[in-house]
């Protein structure tokens, strides 16, 4: 069983992200084992603050080693190879494959910052990943580490129930995914693609790869700079240069 602990100042935040759908469906599955923990209770100080101001001034408060590092400790104690992870706008740009690789841990430690920084000793002496959701400003790093959880916990065997979700899902191929249809078949005169309907399978294969390249072409063709292309999704990339010229 995977061991994720999430240690915030504002527990309150993952009530409901950790009590529904997937998330909660895992927990009960006991693929894996989620713990909220307040830093502040960590402070040594009679007032329990976690931050103070900044050496060599400047604006904002910074929090303190000293909750952060004793609160890790507590959860990690018996842990031999934790991860743990830093939540800040300076960590790697978070993606589907650290979402894969972070899936194959056993112990996940989430640490979620909030006013205007951390103590460089955290970064320095504690974590073992800094990691950023995007290129944007959010409160603190629990909307962060919800997006984390839930994109690793998905990944966690059986969670899903049908083994092959995540591996046709966006980005877990590096191509965007193809795009999908239910019934009914015509709906208000929007038809669903006749090769669906086929019954062909190596032919509704092929219409799904082509579609999945199509899409990641004209809409994330950053994705396609290091994808290894096969001859035949050469010969499409080049027709649909064309027909956008």
Request: net charge negative; glycine share 6%.
């Amino acid at each position: 069983m995977m061991r994720i602990d999430i240690l915030t100042l504002f527990p309150n935040m993952f009530t409901g992200v950790l009590n529904e759908s997937i998330l909660k469906k895992a927990q009960e599955k006991k693929a894996v084992s989620i713990h909220v923990v307040n830093f502040r209770d960590f402070a040594d100080n009679k007032h329990k603050t976690v931050d103070d101001y900044p050496y060599g001034g400047g604006a904002g408060m910074v929090l303190k080693p000293q909750p952060i590092f004793d609160a890790v400790h507590h959860v990690t104690k018996d842990s031999p190879h934790p991860r743990i992870i830093l939540l800040c706008p300076q960590g790697e740009r978070y993606t589907q494959k650290k979402a894969e690789e972070l899936a194959k841990e056993e112990h996940l430690v989430l640490i979620c910052g909030h006013y205007e920084g951390y103590d460089e000793r955290i970064r320095e002496y504690l974590v073992t990943d800094e990691i950023s959701i995007g290129d944007y400003v959010l409160t603190g790093g629990e909307l962060g580490a919800m997006v984390i959880v839930d994109s690793v916990v998905r990944l966690l065997p059986g969670v899903l129930g049908n083994e092959a979700s995540p591996v046709h899902d966006s980005f877990s191929s590096g191509l965007l995914e193809y795009p999908q249809y239910t019934r009914p078949a015509d709906f208000r005169g929007m038809k669903v693609p006749d090769v669906l309907l086929s019954g062909n399978h190596r032919l509704i294969e092929e219409w799904r790869e082509q579609q999945s390249l199509k899409r990641t072409f004209l809409r994330r063709p950053d994705l396609l700079e290091n994808y290894p292309l096969t001859e035949k999704q050469k010969r499409w990339l080049e027709q649909w240069k064309k027909e956008k010229e």
